[in-house]
C-alpha cells in the first residue's frame, strides 16, 4: 500500500543545505545538501521508518495528518 506524507523543508540560513521534518512522524529529522537530495532521504527515512513500525508491531500512519499553515507576522 503506498501512502503519502507530507515533508517540510527548511533551510539551514548558518550551514547550508536542508532539514527535513514528516509531522505525521513526530521527532523524526533528516537533512540533504540540495532539495532535491533532502527530498530522497527523506523518502529513504520514512521507508525505513515505515518498514522499522511493522516489524515492531506498531500501527503504520495513514499518511497525512491535519496540518493548518499560518503565517504570523511579527
Do not use: H
Not at 5 to 11: A, S
Amino acid at each position: 500500500m503506498r501512502r503519502r506524507f507530507k515533508v517540510l523543508l527548511e533551510w539551514n540560513e548558518e550551514g547550508g543545505g536542508y532539514t527535513v521534518t514528516v509531522p505525521a512522524l513526530p521527532g523524526r529529522v533528516t537533512e540533504g545538501d540540495t532539495r532535491e537530495e533532502a527530498l530522497e532521504n527523506a523518502k529513504e527515512a520514512i521507508e525505513c521508518i515505515l518498514e522499522g513500525m511493522q516489524l515492531d508491531g506498531e500501527p503504520i500512519p495513514a499518511g497525512d495528518v491535519l496540518i493548518e499553515e499560518v503565517e504570523v507576522a511579527v
